[in-house]
Protein backbone atom coordinates (compact mmCIF):
# COMPACT_ATOMS: atom_id res chain seq x y z
CA UNK A 1 0.00 0.00 0.00
CA UNK A 2 1.86 3.55 -1.59
CA UNK A 3 1.46 6.11 0.64
CA UNK A 4 -1.34 8.37 -1.96
CA UNK A 5 -3.44 4.78 -1.08
CA UNK A 6 -3.40 5.28 2.89
CA UNK A 7 -4.08 9.13 2.57
CA UNK A 8 -7.07 8.71 0.26
CA UNK A 9 -8.26 5.55 2.39
CA UNK A 10 -7.89 7.80 5.58
CA UNK A 11 -9.59 10.66 4.25
CA UNK A 12 -12.72 8.27 3.18
CA UNK A 13 -12.81 6.74 6.75
CA UNK A 14 -12.05 9.83 8.80
CA UNK A 15 -16.23 10.59 9.18
CA UNK A 16 -16.62 7.66 11.08
CA UNK A 17 -12.93 6.44 12.65
CA UNK A 18 -14.09 7.43 15.95
CA UNK A 19 -17.52 5.52 15.59
CA UNK A 20 -15.07 2.48 15.02
CA UNK A 21 -13.37 3.05 17.86
CA UNK A 22 -15.72 3.24 20.54
CA UNK A 23 -16.47 -0.38 21.29
CA UNK A 24 -12.46 -0.33 22.56
CA UNK A 25 -12.26 2.98 24.26
CA UNK A 26 -12.73 1.82 27.49
CA UNK A 27 -9.44 -0.19 26.83
CA UNK A 28 -7.42 1.41 24.85
CA UNK A 29 -8.00 4.71 27.01
CA UNK A 30 -6.17 3.04 29.82
CA UNK A 31 -3.36 2.02 27.19
CA UNK A 32 -2.75 5.00 25.44
CA UNK A 33 -2.59 6.68 29.22
CA UNK A 34 0.43 4.07 29.80
CA UNK A 35 2.36 4.80 26.62
CA UNK A 36 1.87 8.70 26.83
CA UNK A 37 3.21 8.23 30.80
CA UNK A 38 6.77 6.96 29.09
CA UNK A 39 6.90 10.36 27.19
CA UNK A 40 9.47 12.94 28.10
CA UNK A 41 10.05 16.29 26.81
CA UNK A 42 10.53 19.28 26.44
CA UNK A 43 9.59 19.03 22.31
CA UNK A 44 7.27 15.60 21.46
CA UNK A 45 6.23 14.13 18.37
CA UNK A 46 3.31 12.34 17.62
CA UNK A 47 3.67 10.47 14.88
CA UNK A 48 0.13 9.54 12.87
CA UNK A 49 -2.37 12.20 14.64
CA UNK A 50 -5.60 10.23 13.68
CA UNK A 51 -8.59 12.74 15.28
CA UNK A 52 -6.49 13.49 18.00
CA UNK A 53 -7.34 10.99 20.38
CA UNK A 54 -4.45 11.06 22.11
CA UNK A 55 -5.03 14.76 22.92
CA UNK A 56 -6.31 13.89 26.85
CA UNK A 57 -2.86 12.14 27.48
CA UNK A 58 -0.38 14.92 26.06
CA UNK A 59 1.68 16.17 28.60
CA UNK A 60 0.68 19.73 30.16
CA UNK A 61 3.39 22.00 29.35
CA UNK A 62 6.63 21.74 26.45
CA UNK A 63 6.25 21.99 22.65
CA UNK A 64 3.68 19.40 21.06
CA UNK A 65 3.64 18.60 17.39
CA UNK A 66 1.29 16.52 15.82
CA UNK A 67 1.57 15.05 12.37
CA UNK A 68 -0.72 12.41 9.74
CA UNK A 69 -0.69 11.61 6.51
CA UNK A 70 -4.67 12.34 6.07
CA UNK A 71 -5.99 16.10 5.88
CA UNK A 72 -9.63 14.86 6.43
CA UNK A 73 -8.17 13.34 9.44
CA UNK A 74 -6.57 16.18 10.37
CA UNK A 75 -9.60 18.22 10.04
CA UNK A 76 -11.23 16.62 13.09
CA UNK A 77 -7.82 16.38 14.88
CA UNK A 78 -7.71 20.56 14.51
CA UNK A 79 -11.50 20.99 15.54
CA UNK A 80 -10.77 18.65 18.46
CA UNK A 81 -8.06 20.38 20.07
CA UNK A 82 -9.99 23.86 19.47
CA UNK A 83 -12.84 22.24 21.56
CA UNK A 84 -10.25 21.44 24.04
CA UNK A 85 -8.14 24.70 24.48
CA UNK A 86 -4.64 22.09 23.76
CA UNK A 87 -1.85 24.33 21.56
CA UNK A 88 -0.45 21.46 19.39
CA UNK A 89 0.67 22.17 16.18
CA UNK A 90 -0.84 19.69 13.64
CA UNK A 91 0.90 19.13 10.19
CA UNK A 92 -0.03 17.03 7.24
CA UNK A 93 2.92 14.66 6.68
CA UNK A 94 4.05 11.14 5.72
CA UNK A 95 5.93 9.53 8.68
CA UNK A 96 7.95 7.82 6.16
CA UNK A 97 9.46 10.92 5.33
CA UNK A 98 9.53 13.39 8.03
CA UNK A 99 10.22 17.45 7.00
CA UNK A 100 12.22 17.70 10.28
CA UNK A 101 16.18 18.01 11.02
CA UNK A 102 17.93 15.56 12.65
CA UNK A 103 18.22 14.88 16.45
CA UNK A 104 14.70 17.50 16.63
CA UNK A 105 12.28 15.72 19.22
CA UNK A 106 12.96 14.74 22.93
CA UNK A 107 10.24 11.64 22.25
CA UNK A 108 8.45 10.81 19.63
CA UNK A 109 5.09 8.58 19.93
CA UNK A 110 2.78 6.61 18.01
CA UNK A 111 -0.69 4.48 18.94
CA UNK A 112 -1.56 1.73 16.44
CA UNK A 113 0.06 3.86 13.40
CA UNK A 114 2.97 0.82 12.04
CA UNK A 115 -0.32 -1.15 11.39
CA UNK A 116 -0.65 0.85 8.47
CA UNK A 117 2.84 2.46 7.63
CA UNK A 118 3.36 1.02 3.81
CA UNK A 119 6.69 0.84 4.70
CA UNK A 120 7.05 0.42 8.13
CA UNK A 121 10.69 0.27 9.03
CA UNK A 122 11.32 3.31 6.90
CA UNK A 123 8.92 5.16 9.12
CA UNK A 124 10.84 3.65 11.99
CA UNK A 125 14.06 5.26 10.63
CA UNK A 126 12.93 8.19 10.11
CA UNK A 127 11.79 8.75 13.99
CA UNK A 128 15.05 7.27 15.12
CA UNK A 129 16.55 10.03 12.63
CA UNK A 130 14.42 12.87 14.25
CA UNK A 131 14.80 11.94 17.75
CA UNK A 132 17.94 12.98 19.66
CA UNK A 133 20.88 10.60 21.29
CA UNK A 134 19.31 9.20 24.62
CA UNK A 135 15.27 10.24 23.45
CA UNK A 136 12.66 7.75 23.12
CA UNK A 137 10.29 6.44 20.67
CA UNK A 138 7.16 4.90 22.47
CA UNK A 139 5.10 2.58 20.44
CA UNK A 140 1.55 1.26 21.39
CA UNK A 141 1.03 -1.40 18.54
CA UNK A 142 -1.28 -4.37 18.11
CA UNK A 143 1.28 -7.07 16.81
CA UNK A 144 1.02 -10.81 15.22
CA UNK A 145 0.61 -13.36 18.22
CA UNK A 146 2.75 -15.95 18.88
CA UNK A 147 0.64 -18.88 18.80
CA UNK A 148 0.37 -20.87 15.72
CA UNK A 149 -3.42 -20.74 15.22
CA UNK A 150 -3.72 -17.78 16.70
CA UNK A 151 -0.82 -16.35 14.78
CA UNK A 152 -2.42 -17.89 11.51
CA UNK A 153 -5.67 -16.61 11.99
CA UNK A 154 -4.27 -13.01 11.91
CA UNK A 155 -2.74 -13.91 8.76
CA UNK A 156 -6.14 -14.92 7.41
CA UNK A 157 -7.86 -12.22 8.31
CA UNK A 158 -4.97 -9.43 7.66
CA UNK A 159 -5.70 -8.76 3.59
CA UNK A 160 -9.46 -8.42 4.70
CA UNK A 161 -8.71 -5.77 7.54
CA UNK A 162 -6.22 -4.23 4.63
CA UNK A 163 -9.32 -3.93 2.08
CA UNK A 164 -11.29 -2.24 4.52
CA UNK A 165 -9.85 -0.21 6.99
CA UNK A 166 -6.41 0.40 5.72
CA UNK A 167 -4.23 -1.60 8.74
CA UNK A 168 -2.50 -5.10 8.92
CA UNK A 169 -3.42 -7.76 11.41
CA UNK A 170 0.03 -9.40 11.19
CA UNK A 171 2.71 -6.38 11.59
CA UNK A 172 5.87 -8.27 13.63
CA UNK A 173 6.28 -4.39 15.32
CA UNK A 174 8.56 -5.38 17.70
CA UNK A 175 11.05 -7.37 14.96
CA UNK A 176 10.25 -3.89 12.32
CA UNK A 177 11.72 -1.96 15.55
CA UNK A 178 15.16 -3.81 15.49
CA UNK A 179 15.43 -3.83 11.59
CA UNK A 180 15.55 0.17 11.63
CA UNK A 181 18.43 0.14 13.58
CA UNK A 182 16.75 1.02 17.05
CA UNK A 183 17.88 -0.04 20.83
CA UNK A 184 14.80 -2.04 22.24
CA UNK A 185 14.43 -0.93 25.82
CA UNK A 186 10.96 -2.22 27.07
CA UNK A 187 8.95 -4.59 25.56
CA UNK A 188 5.23 -4.60 27.61
CA UNK A 189 2.31 -6.86 27.26
CA UNK A 190 -0.87 -4.89 27.83
CA UNK A 191 -3.05 -7.59 27.06
CA UNK A 192 -3.57 -11.61 28.15
CA UNK A 193 -2.52 -12.78 24.41
CA UNK A 194 0.62 -10.55 23.97
CA UNK A 195 -1.13 -9.01 20.56
CA UNK A 196 -0.85 -5.28 22.63
CA UNK A 197 2.35 -4.18 23.47
CA UNK A 198 4.25 -0.77 24.59
CA UNK A 199 7.00 -0.79 22.86
CA UNK A 200 9.71 2.00 24.15
CA UNK A 201 12.94 2.24 22.12
CA UNK A 202 15.50 4.89 21.50
CA UNK A 203 18.21 5.61 18.52
CA UNK A 204 20.81 3.05 18.89
CA UNK A 205 23.68 5.37 16.76
CA UNK A 206 24.72 9.03 17.61
CA UNK A 207 23.03 11.26 15.47
CA UNK A 208 19.53 8.76 15.83
CA UNK A 209 20.39 7.25 12.21
CA UNK A 210 19.40 4.10 12.79
Not at 63 to 90: H, T, Y
Request: one cysteine or more; a positive charge; proline letters at 6%.
Amino acid sequence: MKAEHARRRYDRIAPIYDLLQCPMERTSSSWRRKAWAEVRGPRVLEAGVGTGRNFAFYPRSGELIAVDISPRMLARARARAFRMGLEVELREMDIQSLDYPDNNFDSAVSSFVFCSVPDPVRGLKELGRVVKPGGRIVLLEHVRPQGRVLGRLFDLLSPLTVRLFGFRLNRRTVENVRRAGLELVRVDDLDRLGIVKLIVARPEREGGKG
